[in-house]
């Protein structure tokens, strides 16, 4: 497994991880609640880093052009579950302190739907460009 590889599990188990210890600083070490939080956050990760492995593949085949972008996908929603998940545990909101939980994974795979079109875009474009050169 490359470098890159590896950056896309580690996208893809980080941030369920990180949601999950979210849910525990939030309302305590209760299993089904980190279970549910585990997997709700799991579903747009593994997208994602589908999505992700799909265009590394396609990448290492063009002898590497592109490996950085196909990464996208997968550390785009990574990174912004991971502020918004730590945002919401260190400053809950008052009325319903556990909305970003159910929110929050339907939000991630829209993210990693609009990474993953622009990054195979700037896929397509960035192996175009070396061709043409």
Do not use: H
């Not at 747009?44 to 996908?73: C, D, E, Q, Y």
């Not at 997968?74 to 260190?90: E, F, H």
């Amino acid at each position: 497994m490359s470098g890159y590889g590896k950056l896309n599990l580690l996208g893809m188990l980080v941030m369920p991880m990180v949601a999950t210890l979210a849910a525990v600083i939030m309302f305590g070490p209760r299993f089904d609640t980190m279970l549910a939080v585990f997997g709700m956050n799991a579903i747009p990760m593994l997208f994602a880093g589908l999505f992700s492995a799909l265009l590394l593949r396609g990448a290492n085949k063009a002898g590497g052009v592109g490996r950085g972008i196909a990464l996208w996908p997968t550390m785009v929603p990574a990174a912004i579950g991971v502020i918004w998940y730590l945002w919401d545990a260190l400053f809950p909101a008052e009325l319903d302190p556990g909305r970003v939980y159910i929110a929050g994974p339907q939000y991630l795979l829209g993210w990693a739907f609009i990474a993953g079109l622009a990054s195979w875009i700037a896929c397509i474009v960035v192996r175009s460009r070396r061709d043409n050169s």
